[in-house]
């Protein structure tokens, strides 16, 4: 049962556009979420995160918006360089000690 | 400077072996985790510890082992009994369980395959 959804697979946006990840949860007990970045062959970095008591969180070029009532996050790259080009993993932290991540969206950006 | 350190960042073992994934932080976190990577599946826990001397099972544990005899220190076996071992794995930690809304560090990596 996947808790934490990231629907796209990949995504393709050119290079100064707006980049858009979207992440779905299941489970209401969620209430902080991280989003992480992934270049091939190293570990995840941490980029932004956002507890459920707020519905923005912005840090420089990106900004993660969180709509509780539809159990949906989102991460905005704004705007959009070629380094950005990575897999983005949406994650969820589940009674303070367990990280549940999606399955990654991969964006590239296009010069 | 203070991190997470995999060793080795490749490994190849054959058949029915077991190994052991080094991972180590210097950042004086209390919990330890962890995940495998499969293409097209996340990162999804095999092992996570909060405290030395104690750890849980994560979602896949089935075929591993861990120990955390030392909070530095959280070497994971992968054993003969886990069916599909070749995989990329991925040590974290996180500074405090009872500090809330924290995020996990990630360490580079190991990449294991199995011939």
């Known amino acids: 049962d996947q808790q934490v959804k990231q629907n796209s697979p990949s995504l393709s946006v050119q290079e100064g556009r707006i980049s858009i990840l979207n992440c779905d949860y299941t489970?209401?007990?969620?209430?902080?979420f991280l989003w992480y970045k992934k270049y091939p062959a190293e570990g995840p970095t941490f980029l932004i995160s956002i507890s459920s008591i707020k519905d923005k969180n912005e840090d420089g070029r990106f900004t993660v918006f969180l709509n509780k009532s539809a159990k949906h996050l989102s991460l905005h790259i704004v705007p959009s360089q070629p380094g950005d080009s990575a897999v983005y993993f949406c994650?969820?932290?589940?009674?303070?000690?367990?990280?549940?991540f999606g399955t990654g969206t991969r964006l590239k950006v296009l010069a | 400077d203070g991190g997470i350190t995999q060793s080795p960042k490749y490994l190849f073992r054959k058949e029915g072996q077991n190994v052991t994934l080094s991972c180590e932080q210097n950042l004086n976190h209390d919990a330890m985790y962890w995940y495998r990577q499969d293409p097209g599946q996340g990162l999804r826990l095999i092992y996570y510890?909060?405290?030395?001397?104690?750890?849980q099972k994560g979602d896949i544990a089935e075929g591993y082992s861990v120990s955390r005899e030392k909070k530095e220190s959280f070497p994971l076996t992968v054993t003969s009994a886990q069916k599909n071992p070749t995989a990329f794995y991925l040590c974290?930690?996180?500074?405090?369980?009872?500090?809330?809304?924290?995020?996990?560090?990630f360490g580079q990596g190991t990449r294991l395959t199995v011939v």
């Open positions: 489970n209401s007990m969620f209430d902080y």
């Open positions: 994650a969820s932290l589940l009674e303070t000690y367990k990280y549940i």
């Open positions: 974290a930690s996180s500074i405090r369980n009872e500090v809330p809304n924290t995020e996990a560090f």
């Open positions: 510890s909060q405290i030395v001397n104690d750890f």
